[in-house]
């Protein structure tokens, strides 16, 4: 086997996945949280590598997601999967595959205009305050942390169909609060370490595309 980035990439993402699974069986998880946390992860890839396929996953994980979190109470992030995610996942598909790049199946890849990420900010933070209200008066478990990753996922959804390289800078925020999240859920009793396995996963996913989208950018300006 040539050990190119590629190779290095399907044997990594492999791993993680025979972990999941392996995790999976020891501690007694949740199928849902297991088939959730193998589709997210696929999704995440296949994204960051720029494959419209990705949504297909996508569509699959965020309706396991969806019933993890109605388990949880975790009311915010079951309205964002079931009334956002999937419908915007489905739009994505349509648009990456209207700007693919001629030479392979991969999208083309923009940096937002600084305009639109202003705008995009202040809608931002005006919902996460509305939506930290509101989940306070339905007596959710976390309310700020759900509503800072509900809204800032709204967010990254929308980059992430616009092909923008600034979703890698929400999701690195999304991820890192939704661990803790979810670390305090299964630290409480939960059977949900597939899902927490899963953030971190996201975490790192995040950091590596964002680096790797930003190469490609300075790449393509060079050019």
């Known amino acids: 086997m040539v050990w ?3 190779n290095i990439e399907k044997i990594i993402f492999s791993t993680v996945i025979l972990f999941l699974v392996i995790n999976a069986f020891i501690n007694h998880d949740s199928v849902f949280a297991l088939i959730s946390a193998v589709c997210g992860i696929t999704y995440t890839f296949f994204a960051g590598k720029g494959k419209p396929l990705c949504y297909l996953y996508g569509v699959c994980g965020s309706g396991f997601y969806s019933l993890i979190s109605f388990q949880s109470a975790l009311w915010g992030n079951l309205a964002l999967y079931l ?4 419908p915007m996942q489905i739009l994505g598909f349509f648009k990456w595959n209207n700007n693919l ?5 991969e999208i083309v890849k923009i940096k937002l205009p600084k305009k639109d990420l202003i705008i995009l900010l202040i809608i931002s933070l005006i919902l996460i305050i509305i939506t930290s209200l509101i989940l306070i008066i339905l007596n959710d478990k976390h309310p700020y942390l759900d509503s800072i990753t509900t809204i800032l996922s709204l967010g990254g959804m929308y980059l992430t169909v616009r092909r923008a390289i600034e979703q890698w800078i ?3 925020i999304v991820n890192a609060l939704s661990l803790l999240m979810w670390l ?3 630290l409480s009793g939960g059977k949900v370490w597939s899902t927490v396995i899963m953030w971190s996963v996201y975490l790192i996913l995040a950091f590596y595309f964002y680096i790797e989208w930003r190469k490609e950018l300075k790449t393509d300006i060079g050019a």
């Open 170 to 172: 929400f999701w690195i």
């Open 83 to 86: 009334f956002y995610y999937m």
């Open 4 to 6: 190119n980035k590629q």
């Open 184 to 186: 305090n859920v299964a």
């Open 101 to 105: 790049k001629t030479d392979k199946n």
